[in-house]
Structures are given as C-alpha cells and as structure tokens.
Nanobody, 117 residues
Framework: QVQLVESGGGLVQAGGSLRLSCVAS????????MNWYRQAPGKQRELVAE???????NYADSVKGRFTISRDNAKNTVYLQMNSLKPEDTAVYYC???????????WGQGTQVTVSS
C-alpha cells in the first residue's frame, strides 16, 4: 500500500485557516482519487473532499465554499486549504488514496485539527 504522511494540523480560532498536506510514497499522477476524510470524537469517519486524477473535485456540503482540495503531481502531494474554520470542523483529518492497484491504496495516520470558539 501507498504510505501517506499528513501534516499541517493544529489549533486555530474560529474563522481562521489551516492548510493540510499529504505526501505520498508513490506517484499520485494516475491514482484515481485522492481524498480527505475526517473523524470527530464519537462520530463516524466522513468524506470531506476528493479530487480525481483529472482534477475534478467534490466536497461535503458542510465544507463547500470554505475548503479547497488540490494536488501537485510533481510533488506527490495533496492539499486541503481550510478557511473560515468552525468549531464543528474539529476532528482528526485523514488522507486517503484510492487507486486501481493495491500499491495505490492506503490511509495516512491522521492529523488533528482543533478549532476553538
């Protein structure tokens, strides 16, 4: 499986911004979709944003207009720009790769995002 390493989490006040990064151990050029999920305490893991190999994006309704997912294939990196953060965005954020082949699939270890009110 691909190794994914997230970074960029932290503590921020409501209304602030953070940018998460996810670096993959293999080329992401032809990985079908790269995704960001999050899991808050006591809740199920949910899809936040996804980006296809062609650059199409999709977002959870709760983050539309505030979060932006992007990918830099040359750096094997996916980003999640999070603006106008709310306390309800507090969660562990996970990077996920979903490719055709086994070596193109995997999860990162997660990065904590905490938004204070």
């Amino acid at each position: 499986q691909v190794q994914l390493v997230e970074s960029g989490g932290g503590l921020v006040q409501a209304g602030g911004s953070l940018r998460l990064s996810c670096v993959a151990s293999v080329s992401i050029f032809n990985i079908d979709t790269m995704n960001w999920y999050r899991q808050a305490p006591g809740k199920q893991r949910e899809l936040v944003a996804e980006i296809t190999s062609g650059g199409s994006t999709n977002y959870a309704d709760s983050v539309k207009g505030r979060f932006t997912i992007s990918r830099d294939n040359a750096k094997n990196t996916v980003y999640l720009q999070m603006n106008s953060l709310k306390p309800e965005d507090t969660a562990v954020y996970y990077c996920n790769a979903r490719g055709i082949y086994t070596y193109q699939r995997g999860w990162g270890q997660g990065t904590q995002v905490t938004v204070s009110s």
